[in-house]
């Protein structure tokens, strides 16, 4: 038998140390699930996180973002373990815009920093009770394709 060489010793280490950190699960859900969507106004949309870290937490960030990824419409920072396990409600703000919005989450450690990222994405729908010429114009357009 061969004894190892130095080349082998930082393969060994570099593959302990995968392994004792490994990448954090996060299980994110949210309610309304898409093709339903959330009314505007007075819509609300339940959120839910379970994060199964391998390494210790220094916090949690939560975003909702705009369809442009550009504006932030809610957010919040859970410092340490209190972001780990999470059940919250949001309201759509009057005015929003309709479209698809993301929720996303973050798990930050002290070992790795950014170690895992989790997104879904929802909709938000601005017309929930048409006219009565935009029904007739839907019942026009859904005869067409019968």
Not at 28 to 38: F, K, M, W
Request: charged share 15%; proline share 9%; net charge negative.
């Amino acid at each position: 038998m061969r004894p190892l060489g130095l080349a082998a010793v930082p393969i060994l280490i570099v593959a302990s140390a995968e392994m004792a950190f490994g990448a954090a699960i996060i299980d994110l859900g949210r309610d309304p699930e898409p093709p339903t969507c959330v009314e505007n106004p007075n819509g609300g949309l339940d959120i839910t996180w379970q994060i199964h870290p391998m390494t210790d937490p220094a916090y949690v960030l939560y975003e909702i973002i705009d369809s442009t990824r550009t504006v932030i419409l809610d957010t919040e920072i859970y410092p340490g373990t209190t972001g780990l396990a999470v059940s919250r409600a949001w309201s759509v703000p009057r005015g929003t815009p309709g479209g698809k919005y993301w929720v996303r989450v973050e798990y930050w450690s002290v070992q790795a920093g950014n170690e895992a990222n989790s997104e879904v994405a929802f909709f938000i729908c601005t017309d929930l009770n048409p006219t009565p010429t935009q029904q007739s114009s839907w019942g026009r357009l859904k005869s067409t394709y019968r």
